[in-house]
């Protein structure tokens, strides 16, 4: 497992705009989905918005309508795109992916593949 670099977050007040970035490992086996996930102080983390192969998208009821997620495949990246953030969307955002690899064996291993998280802060 290779943790992914994902990047973007800061201090933004409320109204404001954020682009989060997620650089996948070159190496890596084929990615099923991927997924944004958030985590705010004293609170489960929660799905925020995940993308298909197929480019089909969900997203929380919470952030329909303000946040678009997307991916490149030509450059291994994946994007969460904010906008009319509100304070409530503060929370420590983290890029994942759901991976499948064959290998050296033969045998077909399936995992979660994680970014090191980076902190939103909505705040006047």
């Known amino acids: 497992q290779v943790q992914f670099a994902d990047s973007g977050g800061g201090l933004v007040q409320p109204g404001g705009s954020l682009r989060l970035s997620c650089v996948v490992p070159g190496s890596i086996g084929t990615i099923r989905s991927f997924e944004w996930h958030r985590q705010a102080p004293g609170k489960q983390r929660e799905l925020v918005a995940g993308?298909?192969?197929?480019?089909?998208?969900n997203y929380a009821d919470s952030v329909k309508g303000r946040f678009t997620i997307s991916r490149d495949n030509a450059k291994n990246t994946v994007h969460l795109q904010m906008s009319s953030l509100k304070p409530d969307d503060t929370g420590v955002y983290y890029c994942?992916?759901?991976?499948?690899?064959?290998?050296?064996?033969?045998?077909?291993?399936?995992?979660?593949?994680w970014g090191q998280g980076t902190q939103v802060t909505v705040s006047s």
């Open positions: 993308i298909t192969n197929g480019a089909a998208t």
């Open positions: 994942s992916a759901d991976v499948v690899e064959l290998r050296r064996d033969g045998v077909f291993e399936a995992y979660r593949c």
